[in-house]
């Protein structure tokens, strides 16, 4: 077995405990290091059972490697953001989780990639880089909530697209869009929580959230550092709290 098969393995069973952050951290000693991991924590990316440990790794473990020098991390977030595109071949399975964990952290990369990955989530009608594939998508309406707990206003702009997720059949989508909705509501000042308010009032966000009352499906999600289980119904409940409810 190759070392860094090995690696990858010890890596893996450890993503799985309760306290596979601090492991992460421990893994990123030097920029040499930090590297290896970060190219563990990719090959992890798809894996259903450590997918949000592995984004949230990938979080850590970049923004350490920014410390060390700008310039690799940009050609990590490059790397990333080539395998969302179709040439590369590649499905990018958890990449948008990626991408948001590492924003939510880093105001540096959240001011040059920010944009680039609100963009997925954003059909334009024409040419744009609108992930059409749901099940791709899912993933970014999470990352935008991500990124709105430190920069809301960077998020403010695309309410509209969160809007269409949270209205999509999609299960996970209307999930991961009614936690960023709220996410990026509690993060705002009160004047625009107001504004932000009448928006959703008036895309039927409120009437969506009573709908959804009862709904008992679950989903999984990152928050800070513990993958959490929630119901559809509690998200909903949650978006309501936006409205004084």
């Known amino acids: 077995m190759s070392s860094f098969r090995k690696h990858k393995l010890e890596l893996q069973e450890a993503l799985q405990k309760n306290n596979w ?7 990123c000693h030097n920029a040499s290091s930090t590297k290896k991991a970060i190219n563990a924590l990719l090959g992890l990316l798809p894996r259903p059972e450590v997918h949000w440990q592995a984004a949230g790794g990938l ?12 310039e690799d991390t940009r050609i990590i977030m ?41 963009s997925y989530m954003h ?11 749901t099940p791709l998508r899912r993933g970014v309406y999470w990352a935008a909530g991500s990124l709105a707990q430190r920069h809301p206003l960077q998020v403010l702009p695309v309410v509209a697209s969160l ?22 509501c509690h993060a705002l000042s009160t004047p625009q929580q107001h504004a932000v308010q009448q ?6 966000v409120h009437q969506r959230c009573t709908a959804l009352q009862q709904n008992e499906a679950t989903v999984t999600l990152l928050v800070g550092t513990t993958v959490e289980t929630h119901t559809v119904e509690a998200l909903a409940q949650n978006l309501l709290g936006c409205f004084g409810e």
């Open 21 to 27: 952050a601090d492991y992460v951290a421990s893994l």
């Open 59 to 70: 979080g850590i473990a970049v923004c350490t490697l920014a410390t060390f020098g700008m």
């Open 78 to 118: 490059r790397r990333l953001m080539w395998s969302m595109n179709e040439e590369s071949g590649n499905l990018g399975w958890g990449v948008p989780q990626a991408m948001g964990a590492i924003v939510g952290k880093n105001d540096t990369l959240a001011a040059e990639y920010g944009n680039v990955l609100l």
């Open 123 to 133: 059909d334009t009608g024409g040419e744009d880089n609108f992930i059409e594939y």
């Open 163 to 184: 809007v269409q997720g949270f209205m999509d059949d999609d299960t996970e989508c209307t999930a991961y869009s009614a936690w960023a909705l709220a996410t990026l």
């Open 199 to 204: 928006q959703l009032i008036t895309l039927g």
